[in-house]
């Protein structure tokens, strides 16, 4: 017996209650037999519920109640009958694997491992089934190598055995064979055609295999047997839309949504349903209903967006469709519908990134005005050659366009070929940009460090009258890239004594203190930049540096508030405005400020991408974390271009646990940003997090071949390695990872290594220099004390196994698991006397503890310390224990006190895995019955 103990252990109990109950309630339980074996559970669920009300302390009718609820589908109120009646004394053997499938279908994966752990002792008919269902819980939870074990456990059991092929099935399965396990769960239906699990399995594999006719039929099966499960009819639901059988879905769907009318995922199947009628605008409405319950949905944002640009509201199709942009291919539908919807509402800022979704247009007089719009904006950003591929692809469409002609000329002189100019002179009222336009292109050329482009610009301006302001902007912005400060300065005070209020000098006036270390006028002249412009971006960034670094945040939220509300009075609310006074209250601590203001623009369209790392980044700091992910959510939706955004939402996934979201978030990053290190491991660690170890190890490889290596890509070639079983591999690189930083999750990663390598000393002895360094580290002392445990084959590490417990206990007086576990270590090594005084000093911390009650009763029993012993064991026994070592004990109790009837029934049928417990029970079966022969 394992008496490592574990909190939470399962009371569960395991003789039948022998209360005599009332004939009225006797006949009921008899005719709801009767219905049982006709398979009307409906009705004996009337009777076992009857029986219940006239007999609630009848343990033989509330496990009937909670079997018939199972045979229907009703988990919720199965689990609740069934653990009644095993507090009212129903059989362990018969509840346990009805529980074990009533928790697999709940979900509740820790509670399918407590039965596991309780049901060691069964025949090999029963605990197949509740390993097959702990590995299909493990399975359906993400714990893959815990499914593996349990599976594996359950396949090799008994082969022949329904559960055992059941469970292979899945083994299959969870390697993605899914032909395999199709074939395999066949042929096992084909000698049980009634067996439920196999046919919920054979509708997945059949979906996993895109074959959703047959899915759907497999679905239908399960379902007829288990009429109220309704996770199953919800992916039935699904199935039929798949399958194109609408009439069907409708009528499920239907069903669902008058059971569940609160509920996305029905909603999202009914905006479907009506999308595929063409009936747009119920489709909107079902699908943004869906979108109110879980804003994730993407289906149902694409369907609220497409059904929305077929009704003309364009705003509210932009807002659904927009997250799609990066995730669709090029020529989709949707990229085509987004582009119309830009330029109808002047979204056009990332245009720039659309111009080979635009070239895939097909050449029609319709699209003219389209690439020729697009085509303006891009110019208007200073992306020429974009601009010019597609206002090209227009003037073959209609080569009689003056207004094309126009933008061509424009293109044409900004790039210096002059025969743009008989064009323009044609359209040259039409086009006011142009100015502008080439006022963009220089700034671009410095940025790029053309600075003889930038320079010619700003010449032929100084040489007109018209455009003395622009020359000398464009000849300070060129000083200031060379760091010319001097010069730069000069420039910008000519521009402003032409132009006073010239946002672009004074903020390049600025720039020039800030760079001559002169703080206070730098400060000023930013001050002056956001009261004429509150917006600017640059200038409220720089200022708060330079607040920040006078320590002045006070006077920073005083006058950036101050420009807010005056600007708020006259109706204008400036975004980055708000988000530089938020970054201030979060630099002194004013969270809650921060936060009420910040969310004053959930509002605004077009929020920049500052706003949502901020809101996201203040949320976290007040521990609300699933506002953090959700604001992320949104801000990567509405700015997919954005790689802060991107990585900061993949880690508030993977820190929520959300690791199927993180998984396909963090692969489109790896699409729209390739090569990125960062983004590639992560991609990494999420297939290894998602157990896809194929995908895992071949990601890590590309990592390797672009020459990457850091702290994760190393740890995950460990894990990779420790499931390769390649131990050696992992206990070098946990070993750099521990060397490179010494922690307790590295040294117990190293340790891990070893022991599995069959090294159990070295596994030791690493944990014991981390203790020399860490005397403090509990959590890595009870390791120690496991391995020593796991690795005394030969029983000398019993001193060592105790003083490790003794210092535990040191460090946390209060560890009950350290002092049950000494005190069994001490009954082991017949150290009783200790042993008793340590088991009651753990009992005096936890008295209901059942594990705890189980120990001390063996030890009772030792010590020789019989009536109490009795009493205690008897007690455990009445709460529900099955702990075999504890029933053996008290038979003996009742052997040595000659009550040897008891004795006798307690042993019978009692057996163990271990054999030398096995031997004991033997042994003591022989003394009865000796004693029954003298009494003869």
Not at 299 to 307: C, E
Not at 640 to 656: E, K, M, T, V
Request: charged share 20%; aromatic share 8%; glycine share 4%.
């Amino acid at each position: 017996m394992n008496k490592l103990l574990i909190s939470s252990a399962i009371a569960l109990a395991l003789s039948v209650g022998a209360c005599s109950e009332p004939q009225n309630t006797e006949q009921l339980l008899v005719s709801a037999q009767e219905n049982i074996k006709k398979g009307e559970f409906a009705t004996a669920i009337i009777d076992y519920k009857n029986a219940v009300r006239l007999s609630p302390q009848n343990a033989d009718a509330r496990l009937g109640l909670g079997n018939a609820y199972l045979n229907q589908g009703d988990y919720i109120s199965a689990e609740k009958e069934l653990e009644r009646a095993v507090e009212l004394g129903a059989s362990f053997t018969q509840s346990a694997p009805l529980l074990a499938q009533v928790k697999t279908r709940l979900n509740k994966f820790d509670d399918v491992e407590k039965l596991v752990e309780a049901s060691d002792d069964f025949n090999d008919t029963d605990y197949v089934v509740i390993l097959t269902y702990a590995g299909i819980s493990a399975l359906a939870n993400g714990q893959a190598q815990k499914a593996q074990d349990y599976l594996s456990q359950a396949a090799l059991i008994n082969r022949e055995a329904d559960f055992s092929k059941l469970a292979n099935a899945y083994l299959l399965y969870s390697d993605k064979n899914f032909t395999g396990a199709l074939e395999s769960i066949n042929n096992l239906l084909v000698t049980n055609n009634d067996f439920s699990e196999a046919i919920l399995l054979q509708g997945y594999l059949y979906f996993a295999l895109e074959k959703f006719d047959q899915a759907s039929e497999s679905f239908d099966r399960f379902i007829s047997n288990y009429p109220q499960d309704y996770n199953v009819q919800f992916l039935q639901a699904n199935t039929l839309i798949k399958a194109a059988k609408y009439e069907q879905a409708n009528k499920l769907t239907n069903s669902l949504l008058s059971t569940f009318k609160k509920s996305p995922i029905p909603l999202q199947y009914k905006a479907q349903l009506k999308f595929q009628e063409e009936n747009y605008l119920e489709a909107k409405e079902f699908a943004n209903q869906a979108l109110g319950y879980d804003e994730n949905l993407f289906t149902a944002k694409m369907i609220a967006g497409v059904s929305s640009y077929k009704l003309n509201e364009l705003e509210q199709a932009y807002d659904a469709l927009i997250g799609f942009e990066d995730m669709l291919p090029a020529k989709h539908p949707i990229n085509v519908i987004l582009l119309s919807i830009k330029i109808k509402l002047g979204y056009t800022d990332d245009l720039a990134t659309s111009v080979a979704r635009l070239e895939a247009l097909q050449n029609s007089e319709s699209n003219t005005d389209l690439l020729q719009v697009t085509s303006l904006e891009l110019m208007n950003t200073g992306d020429f050659a974009n601009a010019q591929t597609l206002i090209n692809k227009a003037a073959q469409i209609a080569p009689n366009s003056a207004q094309i002609k126009r933008q061509q000329g424009a293109l044409l002189l900004s790039q210096g070929d002059l025969s743009g100019i008989e064009s323009l002179e044609q359209a040259l009222t039409l086009d006011p940009t142009l100015h502008e336009t080439e006022f963009a292109l220089g700034s671009q050329y410095i940025q790029n460090n053309e600075i003889n482009k930038a320079q010619a610009i700003a010449e032929k301006w100084l040489a007109s009258e018209q455009y003395q302001v622009s020359g000398n902007l464009l000849l300070g912005l060129i000083s200031l890239r060379e760091e010319k400060a001097s010069e730069a300065e000069a420039y910008f005070n000519r521009a402003l004594s032409l132009e006073s209020n010239n946002v672009t000098a004074l903020y390049g006036l600025a720039s020039v203190y800030g760079y001559k270390k002169q703080t206070a006028e730098a400060i000023l002249g930013y001050e002056k930049v956001l009261e004429l412009n509150p917006n600017h971006y640059e200038a409220i960034s720089r200022y708060n540096s330079l607040q920040a670094m006078q320590g002045d945040t006070a006077s920073a939220i005083s006058f950036l508030n101050a420009l807010y509300e005056a600007n708020k009075l006259n109706g204008y609310i400036h975004k980055n405005l708000v988000v530089g006074i938020a970054l201030n209250l979060i630099r002194s601590q004013q969270l809650t400020d921060a936060i009420v203001l910040l969310e004053s623009l959930k509002g605004e369209n077009n929020l920049p991408t500052s706003y949502w790392s901020t809101l996201a980044n203040t949320y976290a700091l007040t521990k609300q974390f699933d506002k953090a992910s959700a604001t992320l959510a949104e801000g990567v939706r509405l700015n997919i271009n954005s790689y802060i955004l991107r990585a900061a939402y993949i880690a508030a996934l993977a820190r929520n646990n959300e690791l199927p979201e993180a998984l396909i978030a963090v692969k489109q990053a790896n699409i729209d940003f390739p090569q990125d290190e960062n983004f590639m491991s992560i991609l990494a660690y999420l297939e290894l997090a998602t157990n896809d170890i194929k995908a895992a190890k071949k990601q890590l490889a590309a990592i390797k071949k672009e020459g990457f290596s850091n702290d994760l890509t190393v740890d995950l070639t460990a894990k990779v390695a420790m499931i390769d079983k390649d131990y050696q591999q992992a206990i070098s690189l946990y070993n750099s990872i521990y060397q490179k930083s010494p922690t307790a999750l590295n040294i117990i990663n190293l340790s891990r290594a070893l022991q599995f390598s069959n090294q159990g000393v070295q596994a030791e002895q690493v944990i014991e220099n981390y203790l020399k360094e860490n005397n403090d580290d509990n959590r890595v002392r009870m390791l120690l004390a496991e391995l020593y445990q796991k690795n005394d084959s030969n029983g000398d590490k019993s001193t060592k196994i105790i003083n490790t417990y003794k210092e535990a206990i040191f460090f946390q007086p209060d560890n009950v698991i350290a002092l049950n576990n000494l005190a069994w270590q001490e009954y082991l090594t017949n150290d009783l006397v200790n042993a008793q005084q340590h088991i009651e000093q753990a009992i005096a911390i936890e008295p209901d503890a059942l594990m705890l009650q189980e120990s001390y009763g063996v030890i009772l029993v030792a010590n020789k310390q019989l009536p109490q012993a009795i009493k205690v064991l008897t007690a455990i026994q009445d709460k529900g224990s099955v702990d075999v070592t504890a029933k053996v004990a008290l038979a003996e109790a009742y052997i040595a006190t000659e009550q040897f009837e008891k004795a006798k029934i307690l042993l019978t049928d009692l057996s163990a895995h271990k054999s030398e417990v096995n031997q004991r029970i033997a042994q003591l079966k022989q003394l009865v019955s000796m004693d029954n022969n003298v009494t003869e």
